[in-house]
């Protein structure tokens, strides 16, 4: 189970990393904190390095299953 939470972390990340303005439409526009907050290329460094938090955290996951299942 935490595997595939780990790869849902993966791919969010990934997205978050190559398109950081996937969220900066719809509701989101009202709703979110950082694009209220922060400028065009701040909310997009932001978004970047939340991604790479992802990823990280998945990875993460994958590596404590592994070892805790072998």
């Not at 900066?24 to 701040?42: P, V």
């Not at 998945?58 to 805790?68: A, D, N």
Request: hydrophobic share 55%.
């Amino acid at each position: 189970m935490l595997a595939l939470v780990g790869l849902f972390l993966i791919a969010a990340g990934v997205v978050f990393i190559r398109w950081p303005t996937v969220l900066r439409r719809g509701i989101w526009l009202k709703t979110s904190i950082a694009i209220r907050t922060l400028s065009e290329d701040g909310y997009r460094s932001y978004m970047q390095k939340l991604g790479f938090l992802y990823v990280t955290a998945g990875v993460g996951l994958i590596g404590w299953t592994i070892l805790h299942h072998a």
